[in-house]
């Protein structure tokens, strides 16, 4: 019994994308254009890249646009174009050895006068049909083949016109080959009607489909479409007849005149490519391909070959996305599917899907200039991944907990967590005992027995202020050595925990390399590397002075991320003063502001990256007068060094 209204159907969405279906996944999308981005590419250049090389569950445009130039090869690897040709001479072979089988026991001299007349025949195949049309036929098997010969012209005529016409006038008889003539004329006279711009087009053209329409399966709406339709075709046929040698068009065209009897079919397809060469001129009218196969094929499926091909190209163009304005839904699906398959539109869709969902859903914003940059949204997805591998990376370390807790005793972060062994704080009692009533149903057991497994702890942190002074180093040699994209990652994970779990620490991020500048994190995300001789130490430390001091009440914490001793230093105007090897005055200059860091209670901890053993001895130096330390991690642990030694600052 159905409790349905009445009148209502459930089925497929068709109207638009599924507003059910789940939300596109942009996470993985959204680290590969991040990576790209600090690396030092637009965020539109990393889309595209992302977009021509896919995830991995879809093909990119590079894929898909390999796999179409595969298929062309195969097309133009496999086939040849004279199958028709081959056709009729295998024909009039056995119609001329079918005759002369009948010719040769008959001893009256009628016999040998036909014997000499196929002797007398032309050597050229078309030559030879021309001469037999007024031959009279002893064999009924020989002229069964001289008619297959003139009705198969006639079928390949119009199917290299007209698509699937060969299969619908399969031994058909005059009355069929009548009618298509007659459908070739009023075809022609519609299109003079619509060349002359007669108001009576339309009426003309309904009439026309009323009559016709069985031999036009693309439905086409108005005249313009039919043309459209016969056009695209008529090019294609053209384009496979300059692919032929000059020998087999000549061939061919003296053949063509003998399609179903006579030269009037001939005739009256050459008035139509004339009409439709010049309805469309920009259709491609004059270029050709180079076929190398063994498979020969006829007129109409060689016109299709050629179709293909065009069809091809302009998917490779669609793919390619290298035009003013090109999205992805410009891509013809269905055109995609019909050449490589379900699985390639499959693909297009997603790519479609991805591109449009990074848009809609705020992941890239228009900067101040104009030019494309990652939204704040996707920086904190992006702040989450990295934070989530250095978590990763913590928990790896042999000989330590986990650190997503922020310590034993302080206020409750509104989390909890499962107990684990070595725990110590507090209970959360009703999640606890919720878990064991869940778990002894489940089991059906009658009463509820606790278990270790259910048991769920508070998570707290202190809440000491910190304020948190991160410089980085921009020299030319962070990529020259592959160290920028790290240092990127790490000062996204360190400012994604600092906004999520410690919102009262204040972070200041500085950049140094001839000068020092205070960014905002999207400024260091998208900062590309710049030939820029200097590190400027001593500007950094003069800034991260400045934001200490701003915040008297916190506690101070500075790391440095570097791989070179400090070879600029600021003068008192304002410019940078630099020279390799370090003068003394820039060592001195920046030690000094190491001295104010230690009288404002900071350590300096250095992330050493690199093993020279003059910065070796400076970051040493550098560590011991303010009382810090040295951490020389490698580039996958920087981020985990980093934050791991911001969360034992602040325990401190």
Sequence with gaps: MSFLPEGYSYGPWHDG???????????????????????????????EELLRRGTPRTAGLDELTRRLWQRRSEIQRRHRLDGTLQEVQRLLDQALEAERRELFPDPDDDARFREAQLDALPPGTAAA???LAGYGWRSRQGRENYEKIRDLLGRELLDSRFEGMKEALRNAGPEEAERANRMLAGLNDLLAAHAQGREDVPERFAEFMREHGEFFPENPKNVEELIDVL?????AAQRMLNSMTPEQRAELAELSQQAFGGPRLAQQLSTLDAQLRALRPGEDWTSSERFRGNDPLGLGEGARAMSDLAELDALAEQLGQSYPGARLEDIDVDALERQLGPDAGVDARRLSELERELRRQGLFERAPDGTLRLSPKALRR????????????????????????????????????????????????????????????????????????????????????????????TSWSMVQEGRWLPM????????????????????????FGRYATSVELAELVGLEGAWEQGTNAHHALLLAGRHLRRHPDAQPVVLMVTDGEPTAHLEPDGTADFDYPPQPRTLLKTLSEVDRMAKLGASVTVFRLGDDPRLTEFVDLIARRSGGRVVAPDLDGLGAAVVGDYLRSRKR
Aim: net charge neutral; proline share 5%; glycine share 6%.
């Design 17 to 47: 994308p599924d507003p059910l279906a789940p939300p596109a996944d942009l996470r993985d999308a959204l680290d590969e254009i991040g990576r790209d981005v600090m690396a030092g590419a637009s965020p539109r250049s990393a889309l």
């Design 231 to 235: 056009a695209a075709r008529a090019a």
């Design 382 to 473: 992006l702040g989450e991944t990295a934070l989530a591998d250095v978590v990763n990376a913590l928990r790896g370390k042999t000989g330590q907990r986990e650190t997503e807790s922020a310590g034993a005793a302080g206020e409750p972060t509104g989390a909890t967590r499962p107990w684990r062994f070595g725990d110590m704080q507090p209970w959360d009692v009703s999640r606890t005992v919720r878990n064991s009533v869940l778990r002894s149903v489940s089991m059906g057991e009658r009463s509820v027995r606790m278990d270790v497994s259910d048991v769920e702890v508070i998570e707290t942190e202190h809440r000491s202020r910190a304020a948190v002074a991160l410089l980085v180093d």
């Design 488 to 511: 990127k990652r790490t000062a996204l994970a360190l400012h994604q925990l600092i906004s999520t779990r410690f919102r009262n620490d204040a972070l200041q991020l500085i950049t």
């Design 129 to 131: 049909v021309r001469e």
